[in-house]
């Protein structure tokens, strides 16, 4: 369900990459009250970025989750750009994120919807 989406152009080391993903597959459980087994991490680095003019390490996140609670989005936001400041040193004026909550039909696990 819970599916976290990672762009950033700052540099990662495989270590890094996995360790990052690790951390925020359990973060998201945590934060969302989910299962960790359903919690799906994507990572994708992607060079090519620029945010107000500048190419400085920036990531843009997209959070997805069935039921997610709008009024926990500030919430979210705060931990998740916590999670990318600590691990790979992005600054949350860095850092643009998108909450999804898709209806539960169009959102499909396991030959299935929701």
Known sequence: MPTLI????ASLESTASESLIKRASARVAELLGKPE???MVILEPTPAMCFG???????????????LP???????SAALCE???????IPS???YIEFASPPR??????GKTF
Request: zero cysteines.
């Open 70 to 76: 709008e009024d926990q989005t500030p919430a979210l």
């Open 37 to 39: 087994r359903y919690v």
């Open 6 to 9: 990672i762009k950033t152009n």
């Open 105 to 110: 039909h169009l959102f499909g696990f396991d």
């Open 93 to 95: 004026n860095r850092i």
């Open 53 to 67: 003019g500048e190419t400085s390490p920036l990531a843009f996140l997209e959070l997805k989750s069935l039921g």
């Open 83 to 89: 999670l990318l400041d600590e691990t790979l040193e």
